[in-house]
T-cell receptor, first 114, second 113 residues
Framework: AQSVTQLDSQVPVFEEAPVELRCNYSSSVSVYLFWYVQYPNQGLQLLLK??????LVKGINGFEAEFNKSQTSFHLRKPSVHISDTAEYFC????????????FGKGTKLSVKP | KAGVTQTPRYLIKTRGQQVTLSCSPI?????VSWYQQTPGQGLQFLFE???????NKGNFPGRFSGRQFSNSRSEMNVSTLELGDSALYLC????????????FGPGTRLTVL
């Protein structure tokens, strides 16, 4: 069975500092990987996704993630965060094919302080 | 293009009642998935419908059911509500493949008293 582990439940960081949100997954088959962001009282918005090809994926709002197959990781990074990046971030996997369901990690709450 | 819409946005029910939530997908999307979000369990997959057929199902009791109409709109129903059913219910639509991006609605906040 697939599973996703987000290693940090909360990450506090100062504005303009770099940040990395960690995600590891387990799966016996090839997967597609996603990062979503959820602002308070809102649904989820896609930041980026990895399907195949280049292991470095660039997304919206200056975020990027690197797929590492040997370490089964898909960590999210941003070189300089803003107050507006304060939100909860979810890593998710999809088995692909006709499987339309996502398996989510527990989420990481990013808190950006001035 | 209009996004995914969910109605109602907020709902308060009492134990034992039933509830129906509605989701209108993005135009052209044939897949609709439902997720339950709670502080304790996080985001959990309920079920997915594709072209009016349930294609995938998560590990939830039979009290949770859904359907999809010919225009791809979907409803989910929860019967005999329990306190633990209090959650944010999110609907997502996509073109239908595992590689396709799922676009989420704002959710329906269900409170069971």
């Amino acid at each position: 069975a697939q599973s996703v582990t987000q290693l940090d439940s909360q990450v506090p960081v100062f504005e303009e500092a770099p940040v990395e949100l960690r995600c590891n997954y387990s799966s016996s088959v090839s997967v597609y990987l996603f990062w979503y962001v959820q602002y308070p009282n809102q649904g989820l918005q896609l930041l980026l996704k990895y399907l195949s090809g280049s292991t470095l994926v660039k997304g919206i709002n200056g975020f990027e993630a690197e797929f590492n197959k040997s370490q089964t990781s898909f960590h999210l990074r941003k070189p300089s965060v803003h107050i507006s990046d304060t939100a909860e971030y979810f890593c998710a996997v999809s088995q692909g094919g006709s499987q339309g369901n996502l398996i989510f990690g527990k989420g990481t709450k990013l808190s950006v302080k001035p | 293009k209009a996004g995914v819409t969910q109605t109602p946005r907020y709902l308060i029910k009492t134990r034992g009642q039933q509830v129906t939530l509605s989701c209108s997908p993005i135009s052209g999307h044939r897949s609709v998935s439902w997720y339950q979000q709670t502080p304790g369990q996080g985001l959990q997959f309920l079920f997915e419908y594709f072209s009016e057929t349930q294609r995938n199902k998560g590990n939830f009791p039979g009290r949770f059911s859904g359907r999809q109409f010919s225009n791809s709109r979907s409803e989910m129903n929860v019967s005999t509500l329990e306190l633990g059913d209090s959650a944010l219910y999110l609907c997502a639509s996509s073109l239908g493949g595992g590689a396709d991006t799922q676009y989420f609605g704002p959710g329906t906040r269900l409170t069971v008293l």
